[in-house]
């Protein structure tokens, strides 16, 4: 009794007026009704964004460069006669796949993949525009968003978008596995500061092994970029030889985006 007679005078010191103590029942079960109607209104989010077992590429659409004529293959193939995996090949070409659907980091910031390198790059320089080529590598691609950016983004990226049809991307994670052994956790393509490289893998110590990994691409963002992403992602995989002039075939077995971690810590790689 004492509780609810404090709320009816917390009532009334917020403005409400005098109220009794059946029709203070009355509002309290009025609230709490919409609380737990707005609470049904809600749908559950999904675990995942996306799962690609690679049976098909039906969900990913070619990924090519103006300059660049030699592209590099994508294609499904079995392994062990039951398992399909994507299967790419690279020489002295560059082109990736991108998946055809978005998904926004803050929701889904886990991304989970099984990846298997046969060769590596012997004239591979990641720090170089002259070496920068991967035998694989899976990276997240950040939308350009017109009403967050500045004048002078504004007056570039509608000079691209008139170039080239659509909007660049802001930025992107580059997860990779380089031919070189990096000590840094991550660096900036020798492109673009907006692309920054995070070598998973590097070397020949694990060639010709699947390897599964899991990674925080919101952490990850934050870390390496210093600020929020943007609100809307994509997924792309490439196989890139056109800088080195080499040959790798590499793989894919699966890639998902996920609200949550499978691991019971998905490890950020500090500096």
Request: aromatic letters at 6%.
């Given at each position: 009794m004492n509780r609810m007679t404090n709320l009816a005078t917390l009532y009334k010191v917020l403005g409400g007026g005098d109220i009794s103590m059946n029709r203070l029942w009355q509002v309290i079960s009025a609230v709490l009704m919409m609380e737990m109607l707005i609470v049904a209104a809600v749908p559950a989010q999904e675990p995942m964004a996306l799962r690609e077992d690679f049976n098909t590429l039906d969900n990913w659409k070619p990924l090519t460069f103006p300059k660049i004529e030699r592209h590099s293959e994508y294609v499904?193939?079995?392994?062990?006669?039951?398992?399909?995996?994507?299967?790419?090949?690279?020489s002295a070409s560059a082109s990736g796949i991108i998946c055809k659907g978005s998904f926004s980091p803050f929701h889904y910031p886990i991304l989970r993949w099984r990846w298997k390198v046969d060769n590596v790059y012997s004239k591979a320089d990641p720090h170089t525009k002259q070496g920068d080529d991967y035998p694989l590598r899976v990276y997240v691609i950040f939308e350009y968003d017109p009403a967050k950016a500045g004048l002078a983004q504004r007056v570039m990226y509608g000079l691209a978008k008139?170039?080239?049809?659509e909007y660049p991307p802001l930025s992107s994670l580059n997860y990779v596995w380089s031919s070189q052994n990096i000590a840094e956790p991550f660096f900036d393509n020798p492109y673009t500061d907006r692309a920054k490289m995070i070598p998973l893998r590097s070397g020949t110590g694990e060639l010709g092994q699947w390897m599964e990994e899991e990674v925080n691409i919101l952490a990850d963002y934050r870390r390496v970029f210093g600020e929020e992403p943007p609100a809307s992602a994509s997924l792309a995989i490439m196989n890139d030889s056109d800088n080195t002039g080499e040959a790798a075939v590499s793989h894919v077995d699966f890639i998902e985006v996920r609200s949550s971690a499978l691991k019971a810590e998905t490890p950020i790689r500090d500096p």
């Open positions: 499904i193939t079995l392994e062990n006669a039951d398992n399909r995996i994507l299967t790419t090949r690279s008139k170039l080239y049809g």
